[in-house]
T-cell receptor, first 112, second 109 residues
Framework: GAGVSQSPSNKVTEKGKDVELRCDPI?????LYWYRQSLGQGLEFLIY????????KSGLPSDRFSAERTGGSVSTLTIQRTQQEDSAVYLC??????????FGPGTRLTVL | ELKVEQNPLFLSMQEGKNYTIYCNYS?????LYWYRQDPGKSLESLFV?????AVKQEGRLMASLDTKARLSTLHITAAVHDLSATYFC?????????FGTGTRLQVFP
């Protein structure tokens, strides 16, 4: 079945470069979430989109991080001027509020 | 601020034994989730618990919720190797999830 998909699956970049991570949610799901999983910090919430409401950006760690969701579907998480501490697995999830969240396979980001 | 504590962090179990993973959270929440994660994989939803006293079972796993104690448990019955994975509890806070630290479970013969 069509689950949450993310691309790329792996991304290696140099410190200081910008990266874009993409998430395609499950069709019909109104809510989309980004989380980050790293060894030091565990699983952390980053940002949440629900319908046409203003996104909840309370988990973004710095102003280098931003995300948008176009047409209520696909989302892109952008990290500008990447730092080594940004290395992590970035997970996207979607749900039909207020139900359980279904997670994508993640993008493993490595900043050299 | 909502905090979620999970213990133990690591659990090594012999096949056939029973054990319980504990998940405590600091403030009222409307729902609690349990997820499983295999190495290098994403999160797989196991249970969603919505109300006080809720109990759900799937195979050898049973989850329960006590909202008054702000405690959820994941009980493993007669463990088998296929249950080896990392288990996370997560509490809903205005729809975003706050995760516990995870419990890495290893089941050996």
């Amino acid at each position: 079945g069509a689950g949450v998909s993310q691309s790329p699956s792996n991304k290696v970049t140099e410190k200081g470069k910008d990266v874009e991570l993409r998430c395609d949610p499950i069709s019909g799901h109104t809510a989309l979430y980004w989380y980050r999983q790293s060894l030091g910090q565990g699983l952390e919430f980053l940002i949440y989109f629900q319908g046409n409401s203003a996104p909840d950006k309370s988990g973004l760690p710095s102003d280098r991080f931003s995300a948008e969701r176009t047409g209520g579907s696909v989302s892109t998480l952008t990290i500008q001027r990447t730092q080594q501490e940004d290395s992590a697995v970035y997970l996207c999830a979607s749900s039909f509020i207020p139900r359980e969240q279904f997670f994508g396979p993640g993008t493993r980001l490595t900043v050299l | 601020e909502l905090k979620v504590e999970q213990n133990p962090l690591f659990l090594s179990m012999q096949e056939g034994k029973n054990y319980t993973i504990y998940c405590n959270y600091s403030t009222t929440s409307d729902r609690l989730y349990w997820y499983r994660q295999d190495p290098g994989k994403s999160l797989e939803s196991l249970f969603v618990l919505l109300s006080n006293g809720a109990v759900k079972q799937e195979g050898r796993l049973m989850a329960s919720l006590d909202t008054k104690a702000r405690l959820s448990t994941l009980h493993i019955t007669a463990a088998v190797h296929d249950l080896s994975a990392t288990y996370f509890c997560a509490v809903s806070n205005t729809d975003k999830l706050i995760f516990g630290t995870g419990t890495r479970l290893q089941v050996f013969p």
